[in-house]
């Protein structure tokens, strides 16, 4: 409870020193606090304690990825975002956190060894994200919130159960 509340207190020193436009004080915080809650997930051992953790860190990251993205720093905001899920999936498959440390981030390399596209979404209440990544570059596209989204995706999966399976290109159509 003690870290969660410090790693809130250094992003919300973050968010003032960004409304002040003193961005480079409010990436160092952002950064803090990161360290911050990669400490406290880490020595978190009950797996009820790491996920209600999680909704903690899900604001932090959420506001970290956005303060990037405004900062025309789209790339940056896609290691976040894949930092964070990189960190939940190894606590569930108890991998060692610690091997992920220090891991480059090269998603247009992973991209063209694949030779393929790869699509990243970030979906929280305000606004969603987008990224694609391609072998040379990354893309982000800003999508509609969460709920507007789920409420799509709702919407065309009862038109596919629907009696009439061609009704769902509509929901589809806006999903798309």
């Known amino acids: 409870a ?3 509340r410090v790693a809130r207190a250094l992003t919300d020193l973050a968010g003032l020193y960004a409304a002040e436009g003193k961005d480079a004080l409010a990436d160092i915080q952002y950064r803090k606090a ?3 809650i990669d400490h406290a997930r880490s020595s978190l051992s009950k797996e009820e304690h790491r996920l209600s953790f999680l909704t903690t860190a899900t604001r932090f990251y959420n506001d970290y990825i956005d303060f990037l993205v405004s900062h025309g720093r789209a790339r ?3 290691a976040v975002a ?5 960190r939940t999936l190894a606590e569930g498959l108890r991998v060692p956190v610690s091997q992920l440390s ?4 090269h998603p247009e390399q992973n991209a063209r060894k694949l030779n393929s596209v790869v699509l990243s979404y970030w979906l929280k209440p305000e606004r969603s994200y987008l990224w694609v990544v391609t072998p040379t570059k ?5 999508l509609a919130g969460q709920d507007e ?3 799509a995706v709702q919407d065309y999966r009862k038109a596919l159960l629907g009696p009439r399976p061609d009704t769902a290109s509509a929901p589809g159509q806006k999903l798309y």
């Not at 220090?102 to 981030?105: E, S, T, V």
């Open 102 to 105: 220090g891991a480059a981030f």
């Open 149 to 151: 989204i789920d409420a």
């Open 34 to 36: 990161l360290e911050t």
């Open 82 to 86: 894949e930092h964070s899920r990189a």
């Open 2 to 4: 003690v870290v969660a």
């Open 76 to 78: 940056e905001a896609l």
């Open 138 to 142: 990354v893309a982000l596209f800003p």
